[in-house]
């Protein structure tokens, strides 16, 4: 398999970065994951701008440009005869703010992880984790309270955590962003508290025709209020939760499969039938 490195392929085994590199160790560093199905990429403009604006925010300065990234992106699917797969976009800034000195991976690291069906027929189970990301908008190689969050739901038997914030507000999962539906509300938090996701993005838009979109606190000592809560992500679309912590959500979830059905013939018209 090859991976591209500041827009050529190389080996997998050639894409290293040295222990002593500063970018590196200091997390000056930003992410994002497509997913591939069917040969073609979700959403890729929509992806490599959100990596390029995460670039931004941290003040990485580097020469890539979103077309030739798209073109990059383009080439490893097709050298690497990618069918279902995840790819991960990792751009590690110089500290010194030498942009020769950016590096640009595009790597796949994995194939597709296909939920069971009884996730979206019946709900997952969720906890609440204390903490939030240093910087709440972009996606960084910081990812240590992600990873610890996640062990403490899989230990906890739950498939996800959602972190909460200092003063008891729901932000977003481990790994996917938080919906609440109260009536014809769907509410999520503020932009600035949270990751704008691709899934989110669209689901936001979409959504307008059904529901008020409300950007407001989802404080956790009142999740009980709520008629139905779900998370969204690449991988997992839009996933309903029957539970969190001890709070319990048995109403067949109705208006989250809506949504669900409304973001997959979205996806599927713009994206497997192109």
Not at 88 to 109: N, Y
Not at 135 to 148: R, V, W
Not at 203 to 220: G, N, T, Y
Request: with cysteine.
């Amino acid at each position: 398999m090859h991976t591209i490195f500041n827009g050529q392929l190389i080996e997998d085994f050639d894409a290293t970065i040295p222990a002593t590199d500063k970018g590196y160790f200091f997390d000056f560093a930003v992410y994002d994951s497509t997913k591939v199905i069917q040969g073609k990429s979700f959403f890729p403009e929509f992806h490599i701008e959100r990596l390029l604006n995460f670039a931004a925010q941290l003040e990485i300065i580097h020469p890539f440009s979103q077309k030739e990234v798209e073109n990059w992106l383009d080439a490893l699917i097709e050298k690497n005869e990618l069918t279902d797969a995840y790819v991960r976009f990792l751009l590690v800034g110089d500290p010194a703010g030498k942009p020769e000195k950016a590096k640009l991976f595009i790597s796949s690291v994995t194939g597709i992880t296909y939920y069971p069906n009884k996730f979206y027929s019946e709900g997952i189970k969720t906890i609440t984790y204390q903490g939030e990301r240093c910087f709440p908008t972009a996606k960084t190689t910081d990812l240590l309270l992600g990873f610890l969050a996640k062990r403490e739901a899989t230990r906890s038997g739950a498939e996800e955590a959602l972190l909460v914030d200092n003063n008891g507000f729901i932000r977003e999962g481990s790994s996917s962003n938080f919906f609440a539906i109260r009536g014809k509300e769907l509410i999520v938090p503020p932009d600035k508290k949270n990751l704008l996701g691709i899934t989110k993005k669209i689901l936001l838009e979409i959504a307008e025709e059904k529901f008020d979109i409300v950007k407001a606190d989802i404080p956790r000592t009142k999740i009980a209020s709520y008629d139905e809560v779900f998370i969204t992500s690449t991988l997992r679309n839009v996933m309903p939760i029957r539970q969190i912590n001890d709070v319990a959500f048995e109403n067949g979830f109705e208006k989250t499969k809506m949504l669900a059905a409304m973001f997959k013939k979205y996806y599927t018209k713009h994206t497997l039938k192109n």
